[in-house]
């Protein structure tokens, strides 16, 4: 059974997360390889989440990233950047 995406049907197009459920849930079955062709984004947020945790736990404590205003405007567009390769991809390579 097919989700309901109200961007797909109002554009005809993915919207920037289509498949990030299945590609969660293929995940959580150890599909990798499968996970990333349904949305490659979410292994990166997946990664990125689970190390954070994984650092609190362990050092139990809270870890936050402090950059200078010149690196967090380079993050920030190289996340942009990742944000809509991943949304041409989608559009492009997926049905």
Not at 16 to 43: K, W
Not at 58 to 86: D, E, H, Q, S, Y
Request: net charge positive; hydrophobic share 55%; aromatic share 12%.
């Amino acid at each position: 059974m097919a989700g309901f995406c109200l961007f797909r049907t109002l554009t005809g197009i993915n919207c920037p997360t289509c498949g990030s459920s299945r590609a969660f849930l293929t995940l959580l079955q150890g599909r990798i390889g499968q996970a990333f062709l349904y949305n490659p984004l979410i292994l990166v947020l997946v990664s990125v989440v689970l190390a954070h945790q994984s650092l609190a736990l362990v050092f139990k404590r809270r870890f936050t990233l402090r950059l200078a205003p010149r690196v967090r405007i380079f993050m920030t567009l190289g996340l942009l950047l990742l944000f809509f390769i991943n949304w041409l991809y989608l559009i492009l390579l997926l049905p």
